[in-house]
């Protein structure tokens, strides 16, 4: 907090440090931009953190549909003991769980890798424009302020801060104050996995099971398949006996799912997805502190309910929260392009695609509301540059939550997986833009073939898969 | 981005929301204060949450040093089954361990059931002090904007004294960071630890294990190794003075480092946590004040848990369970306060009039002379007078927790965050006094034995022991 203003000059400016702003850093580093990443928190990684499995790396057939940078890290969180498993969750997604703590080690040791500096507990105050150009930013932290330059911007704050300070047009929400839940993770330790996956097989009609068209499989062989995996990925659903029980009876608190993920490579450990405090505008810092003793109640609630009522739970411990409050939605950038829902749900491929998703539309309400719609015939769609591309700004690329698209899909594109291929695509197409070492690069003048060239050379996914 | 400014107002502003922040905030509200509690990152608790044992609540001869607050927060960490409480090393401490996954659980549910507004992913920007010298207040900048919170007295309970620097009080820097005390703090945990196999262990080969510098603890070191074992915790220090660590430092299977805390956190995950120094491997200009180590030290905790999985009996099922943010290099920056705590004072166990609060933990500094602990006097505690509390430069602005007014040897004790709680209670307490109708502005003004009375009532330790 002095008053002294420094200043510092990067190739590339990264804000946010989740799964897009990792994934976006790295491939410009890599890709030999001088590149800084930018948190306010005191770790990178973001949700990647939470315990909660890395969704839309594979559509729902099983085919990868994100690689590059995900497969890096992935390999170093498997070396370091951190990769509990690549499987189909028999409801409609294959997920990949991944052991929270080693991410942490296996993200820090990424970035370092690719050569990615790190500026963290630092807070991005002010956006300096000139013209249709963001010239810096000022970022707030324990020196005081300091002002970064650079030539390209990669706003991967998943609300948008950046973009949204340098004038882009967003909308949020539903744009009527509804607003998808948020959330406190929390784990578990101390789980008999063999237990639990009796319980699920003795009392099915709690499981969320075979919710896919495409599947073309009875809820029964569905079972069979989820119980033959060993995996303590369960999801309990609210209208399910137990839980609609416990809800009705005020034991537990309204929630549309409890959702049981692996996070040890031992499977003894677990995440558990339910809390949910929903319309809060995440923005409103406020609004959302304010939503925390509510959210340890509930997680607290959770943990009692489970351990009294779901069997393998019986013994276990409760283990911990996630870092920070999970937030699905706040503001999306109106982009120069704007993913659309049905788009997503028809899995549309484009030629000008960056990257890929295959999530299903996932957009949770209020209580045990939730809405859940399966992309075409398992496959994936793809994204094309112009939604990285706020509108109106010409070095500024935006990846992750905050991405240009409607409601239903943001729904889909928000999960980690997709986050992961957006931020390789606009942290590829940064460093190519810098290299030709033209004064004011204009990030959309990458040229798409190469930039799709370069992408699928370094290990991502753009065609070939359903 | 929201960019107009807001105002609000209240009574007590407490900015930092680690042990002593929470202390105030709670003990401000609870006294009747309107109070808010600004913290820059996503969760309460500041190094409470990160595995240490919490030291400085009980004297090396048993007595408790701490109350009120303090024993409430441990009566809420037991709530979420997060207490194991008071733990003797054999060394030179009582200590009390807690569950730091509780004691996020535990910081959140104190502070919001006292009513204390919380700001969280709130950066403080400026200090606003009119021509008097009083504090008017603290500008602070989140995701919804920028907003001065006008507050009758302001409590820095920031680690560094961020608030006193930023309007401009005299401060004391300590030189520590440029001597040889370089080294960096990990700390993470492990879970499945075999504690009978560890203290098996212990008990034949004690000459690896630190015992004995108290004489109070027992008869010999022999008798101290007796203790210990019978104890029954997975507390115990590893020291390079025995064969253990000193072969795998000397052949490489760990970085130079002359000691290995463990200390247990939770019973039923059978989890410690680990905590050693490192030097880390870059140039230390370049860990600024935003926490870049982080990407540095993640080898550093592999190579630990391996060495300890692989040679300390008792670890061979145990694996990684959490790693925390890392805290940086840790800047001595205290506040010049109306009275300057002393080494003398510590070690000589002086009481005081205007004492506030208690210490009590060994003195602990590392400089350019090498590493120095003593005890205090007789096993027993200090006083903390009001005085510590209250910068010199201002009239209405307290400290507590790490940047009291203390000289380098006494803030090596005081820092502890036993008395960082008991001193945030003090704080609240003297805030809440001045915001009554009617009273004096002025901290000089505050009637010592009205506030130390009302501590004593609100369970404070003040008087009666060693
Ligand atoms: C409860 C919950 C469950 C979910 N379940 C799944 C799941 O099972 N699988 C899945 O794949 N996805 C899931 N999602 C969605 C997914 O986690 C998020 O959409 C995704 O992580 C967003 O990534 P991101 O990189 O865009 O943003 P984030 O991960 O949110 O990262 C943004 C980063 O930017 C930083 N930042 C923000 N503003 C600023 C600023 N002004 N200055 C500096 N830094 C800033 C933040 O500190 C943060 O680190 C879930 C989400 C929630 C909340
Ligand atoms: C090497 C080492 C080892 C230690 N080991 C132990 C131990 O084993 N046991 C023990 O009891 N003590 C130990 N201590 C001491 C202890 O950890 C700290 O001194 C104590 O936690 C300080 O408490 P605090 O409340 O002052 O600050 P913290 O716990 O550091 O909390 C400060 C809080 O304020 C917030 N904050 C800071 N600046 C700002 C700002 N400008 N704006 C908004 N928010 C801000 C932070 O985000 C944080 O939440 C150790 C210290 C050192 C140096």
């Known amino acids: 907090m002095s008053n002294s203003l420094s200043h510092r000059h990067h190739d590339v400016v990264v804000i946010g440090g989740g799964s897009a702003g990792i994934a976006a850093a790295s491939a410009a580093a890599s890709n030999g931009a001088d590149t800084l990443l930018v948190d306010a928190g005191p770790m990178v990684g973001g949700e990647l953190l939470s315990g909660i499995p890395i969704d839309g790396c594979l559509n729902t057939r099983g085919e990868w549909i994100v690689g590059g940078f995900l497969n890096s890290l992935l390999d170093d969180l498997k070396k370091m003991g951190g990769f509990v498993g690549a499987f189909f969750d028999w409801r409609t997604i294959w997920v990949v769980c991944v052991d929270p703590e080693r991410m942490k080690l296996a993200v820090a040791h990424r970035l370092r890798e690719d050569g990615a500096k790190l500026l963290l507990n630092s807070f991005v105050d002010e956006v300096v424009t000139d013209g249709d150009r963001v ?102 659903k609210a209208d399910g006996p137990l839980m609609s029980k416990s809800i009705a ?32 505008d995440a923005t409103d810092t406020g609004a959302l502190s304010a939503t925390m003793p509510s959210l340890i109640d509930q997680v607290w609630n959770c943990q009692s309910f489970v351990q009294k ?8 411990a409760f283990a911990g929260i996630a870092p920070r409050i999970g937030i699905r939605e706040t503001r999306r950038i109106v982009g120069e392009e704007t993913l659309q829902g049905d788009d997503v749900l028809n899995a549309v491929k484009r030629d000008d695609g960056v990257a890929k998703g295959g999530h299903h539309v996932d957009v949770h309400g209020d209580g045990t509301d939730q809405l859940r719609r399966p992309v075409r015939d398992g496959g994936s769609y793809d994204i094309p540059l112009g939604c990285l591309l706020p509108k109106g700004i ?7 939550r905050c991405l240009s698209a409607d409601r239903v899909a943001h729904g889909s594109a928000r999960v980690m997986g997709t986050c992961i291929a957006m931020g390789q695509a606009v942290g590829t197409a940064a460093a190519m833009v810098c290299e030709s070492n033209v004064p004011k690069p204009v990030l959309g003048d990458v040229p798409l073939p190469a930039l799709r060239d370069r992408l699928v050379s370094q290990g991502a996914i753009l065609d070939g898969t359903h | 981005m929201n960019w107009q400014m807001t105002e609000t107002e209240t009574d007590v502003l407490v900015v930092g929301g680690g042990a002593a922040g929470i202390a105030a905030a709670t003990t401000a509200a609870r006294n009747g204060a309107r109070t808010i509690l600004v913290n820059a990152g996503p969760i309460l608790g500041g190094e409470l949450n990160y595995g240490a044992p919490v030291d400085g609540c009980l004297t090396a001869r048993g007595e408790w040093a701490v109350g009120g607050f303090a024993r409430d927060f441990f009566a809420a960490c037991e709530k979420y089954d997060g207490y194991i409480g008071p ?15 509780a004691a996020k659980l535990a910081a959140i549910d104190l502070v919001s059931r006292a009513d204390v507004q919380v700001l969280m992913y709130t950066f403080t920007d400026q200090a606003v002090v009119d021509d008097d010298g009083r504090i008017q207040g603290v500008v602070v900048r989140n995701k919804r904007g920028r907003t001065f919170i006008r507050a009758k007295t302001v409590i820095d309970a920031t680690d560094d004294g961020d608030i006193a620097v930023a309007m401009g009080c005299e401060m004391m820097v ?68 025995g064969p253990l660590l000193r072969d795998a430092v000397a052949d490489g299977r760990m970085y130079p480092t002359s000691w290995v805390a463990v200390s247990p956190t939770s019973t039923a995950r059978r989890e410690v946590s680990i905590h050693t120094t ?87 500094v590392h400089d350019t002379a090498g590493h120095r602990r003593e005890n205090v006097k007789d096993g027993g505690s200090y006083d903390i007078p009001f ?40 704080a609240g307490t003297a805030a809440a006094m001045l915001s009554e109708p009617g009273s004096v502005s002025d901290l000089r003004g505050i009637n010592l034995a009205g506030l130390r009375t009302l501590l004593k009532e609100q369970g404070a330790v003040l008087d009666g022991i060693s």
């Open chain 1, 249 to 280: 009876e005020g034991e537990l608190y309204p929630t549309a799912l409890l959702a049981v993920i692996p996070v040890s490579a031992d499977l003894r450990v677990v995440a558990i997805n339910s809390t949910r405090v929903a319309n809060v």
């Open chain 2, 387 to 426: 005085g510590c509390l209250v910068a010199r430069d201002a009239r209405n602005l307290l400290v507590a927790g790490r940047s009291l007014s203390a000289d380098r040897e006494a803030h090596s004790t005081a820092r502890a965050m036993g008395s960082c709680m008991a001193m945030g209670q003090a």
């Open chain 2, 87 to 101: 733990v003797c090393d054999y060394r030179a401490l009582n200590l009390v361990c807690i569950d730091p996954e």
């Open chain 1, 309 to 316: 009522r779901v069997p393998g739970f019986e013994e276990a």
């Open chain 2, 174 to 241: 300590s030189d520590a960071a440029n001597g040889s005390a370089q080294s960096e703090s990990l700390l993470f945990r492990m879970s499945g630890v075999d504690t009978g196999r560890l203290l098996d262990f212990v008990k034949s080969a004690p000459e690896n294990f630190g015992a004995m510098e108290y004489p109070g603890f027992a008869e010999d070191a022999a008798a101290a190794i007796a203790g210990l074992v019978k104890q029954g915790q997975p507390k115990v220090l590893l020291t390079s003075d």
């Open chain 1, 394 to 400: 010409e070095n500024m690329g935006v990846a992750g």
């Open chain 1, 135 to 236: 010239t810096g930013i000022v970022v707030l932290n324990k020196s005081g302020r300091t002002l970064i330059t650079a030539d390209i911007f990669l706003d991967c704050s998943g609300d948008g801060d950046v973009a949204a300070g340098a004038g882009a047009d967003y909308q949020r929400g539903d744009g009527k104050g509804v607003f998808q839940p948020v959330s406190m993770v929390f784990r578990m330790a101390g789980v008999d996995t063999g237990r639990l996956l009796d319980f699920a097989r003795d009392h099915p009609d709690n499981l969320a099971l075979g919710e896919n068209e495409w599947l073309n499989k009875s809820r029964e062989e569905c079972l069979r398949e989820l119980i033959a995996l060993g995996y303590p990925k369960v999801f309990l």
């Open chain 2, 278 to 364: 490192v030097v880390p491997d870059v140039d230390a200009t370049e860990i600024a004040r935003e926490g870049v180590a982080f990407d540095s030290l993640h080898e550093q905790i592999s190579m630990c848990a391996d060495f300890l999985q692989r040679s300390l009996p008792g670890f061979e099922e145990a694996g990684l369970s959490a790693i925390d943010p890392f805290v940086g290099i840790r800047e001595t920056r205290q506040v010049v306060g109306d009275y300057v705590l002393t080494g003398a004072d510590v070690l000589s166990g002086k009481k005081s009039e205007d004492g506030v609060a208690k210490g009590c933990h060994e003195l602990d």
